[in-house]
């Protein structure tokens, strides 16, 4: 069975992507968005510029620009929104995520709801 891209991602976030990927420069650059264990609440996303990809990678293609999420991610991001705001204050990336029980106040890790 084929897993589906677990993140939308707003058109400001694409936006901003695009402006970080020209000014990152490499060749074949994409954003990756995942989640790993650490953080303040158990897990912490992670958002990166990337060249490589992996078996394990789906991508989803939007306006050009392309999201990399890994398959062990995918299920503590299904559903999830990718947004950015240029506030000087609190903006940047922010994932709104329905599968957390709780984030911490500065929005970067997450603790899952229970299965």
């Known amino acids: 069975m084929e897993q589906t891209f677990p993140i939308t991602v707003s058109s400001a976030a694409v936006e901003q992507i695009k402006r970080l990927l020209k000014k990152d420069g490499r060749e074949g650059a994409f954003l990756r968005v995942g989640v790993k264990?650490?953080?303040?609440?158990?897990?912490?996303?992670?958002?990166?510029?990337?060249?490589?990809?992996?078996?394990?990678?789906?991508?989803?293609?939007?306006?050009?620009?392309?999201?990399?999420?890994?398959?062990?991610?995918?299920?503590?991001?299904?559903?999830?929104?990718?947004?950015?705001?240029?506030?000087?204050?609190?903006?940047g990336f922010k994932i709104e995520n329905p599968n957390a029980a709780r984030s911490c106040g500065c929005g970067s890790s997450f603790t899952p709801k229970s299965s």
């Open 37 to 91: 264990g650490g953080g303040c609440s158990g897990f912490e996303y992670v958002l990166r510029l990337d060249v490589k990809h992996t078996q394990f990678d789906l991508t989803l293609d939007v306006d050009g620009v392309q999201v990399v999420s890994d398959s062990k991610s995918a299920p503590y991001l299904d559903g999830s929104s990718l947004e950015y705001t240029g506030n000087l204050i609190g903006g």
